[in-house]
T-cell receptor, first 115, second 111 residues
Framework: DAGVIQSPRHEVTEMGQEVTLRCKPISGHDYLFWYRQTMMRGLELLIYFNNNVPIDDSGMPEDRFSAKMPNASFSTLKIQPSEPRDSAVYFC?????????????FGSGTQLSVL | SQQGEEDPQALSIQEGENATMNCSYKTSINNLQWYRQNSGRGLVHLILIRSNEREKHSGRLRVTLDTSKKSSSLLITASRAADTASYFCATRETGANNLFFGTGTRLTVIP
């Protein structure tokens, strides 16, 4: 298995633009998590899905952020409009409590810079 | 905040020495996990310890858990330069399916 795949690897955009981050979880995993990592705030859980259904989005900073999981093999995190304070590394992770003993598998992340 | 706190924030040791990192958390947990992050990469799972366990070993890693003090420690024995990375603890609260990560310890192993 190729692991969790995120794209793009790097994204540079201007304030006010829409940003879409993509994630392909490991096949067979039924949980998908979006985290954001910054020096100031560390790793923050934004939202997680179980069987494609959003379970907890209390970590989503504000209405500018939205996440979808249209099927078991794809999820997106969208920021519109983007702001400089959104600059961070965004990680997607997947897990299967039944088969992976609850551990998370992380993608390589998307480094987002909003100018 | 639901995040744990790691101590120390940074640790620098010589190759061959042992490295100990500590984690404190605030809530009742189902399990606690340790992850490693190399610079510019995603996190990699190292070891999981459940709330009813007190100690666990995996290779050169030893993890302890004290639920009465809400704390855990990660010991890396006979450290190597390749162990240089950031180490994070993560807690799964009782009845929850998400993980909350600590602030991390940056470990540097000097060859």
């Amino acid at each position: 298995d190729a692991g969790v795949i995120q794209s793009p690897r790097h994204e540079v955009t201007e304030m006010g633009q829409e940003v879409t981050l993509r994630c392909k979880p490991i096949s067979g995993h039924d949980y998908l998590f979006w985290y954001r990592q910054t020096m100031m705030r560390g790793l923050e859980l934004l939202i997680y899905f179980n069987n494609n259904v959003p379970i907890d989005d209390s970590g989503m900073p504000e209405d500018r952020f939205s996440a979808k999981m249209p099927n078991a093999s794809f999820s997106t995190l969208k920021i519109q409009p983007s702001e400089p304070r959104d600059s961070a590394v965004y990680f997607c992770a997947s897990s299967s409590i039944a088969t992976t003993n609850e551990k998370l598998f992380f993608g390589s992340g998307t480094q987002l810079s909003v100018l | 905040s639901q995040q744990g706190e790691e101590d120390p924030q940074a640790l620098s040791i010589q190759e061959g020495e042992n490295a100990t990192m500590n984690c404190s958390y605030k809530t009742s947990i189902n399990n606690l996990q340790w992850y490693r992050q190399n610079s510019g990469r995603g996190l990699v799972h190292l070891i999981l310890i459940r709330s009813n366990e007190r100690e666990k070993h995996s290779g050169r890693l030893r993890v302890t858990l004290d639920t009465s003090k809400k704390s855990s420690s990660l010991l890396i024995t006979a450290s190597r330069a390749a162990d240089t990375a950031s180490y994070f603890c993560a807690t799964r609260e009782t009845g929850a399916n998400n993980l909350f990560f600590g602030t991390g310890t940056r470990l540097t192993v000097i060859p």
